[in-house]
């Protein structure tokens, strides 16, 4: 692993509020194949990211240890037609249901539950 700071962080603003949201780029990992580096907030929740020879797991499994480590995962679309997945914090829903709100963005399906996912699996194979 290899971790290159941005000193001082490139800054730029991002979203469609009425306040955008000033964001700062802090630096660069580089991951070898078969590394992970974990990411953890204030209150604990933690967020992995492994690099494989193919490309990375974006997120530990959705509805094992992500949600054992205080994360939820959502696939959500934006105003302009794109789609992300996020991770939110067990116990901010309120926040994160605000966010949506200040930037038109809507939930396309909880990715967090197993019979949820199974239900989406079940609509995308007949």
Do not use: H
Not at 26 to 54: F, H, I, M, N
Not at 114 to 124: A, G, I, M, N, V
């Amino acid at each position: 692993m290899k971790f290159t700071p941005i000193d001082p962080p490139r800054e730029f603003e991002t979203g469609f509020a009425s306040c955008p949201v000033v964001m700062r780029d802090c630096g660069r990992l580089v991951l070898e194949p078969d590394e992970q580096v974990t990411l953890v907030t204030p209150s604990g929740a933690e967020y992995d990211v492994a690099r494989k020879a193919w490309g990375f797991y974006a997120t530990p499994s959705l509805n094992g240890r992500l949600s054992q480590f205080g994360l939820r995962g959502v696939l959500v679309k934006n105003r302009i037609g794109r789609y992300f997945i996020l991770l939110v914090e067990t116990e901010r829903e309120d926040d994160f249901e605000e966010y949506l709100a200040a930037e038109g963005i809507t939930i396309v399906w909880w990715l967090d539950r197993t019979e949820e996912l199974e239900r989406l699996e079940k609509k995308l194979n007949g």
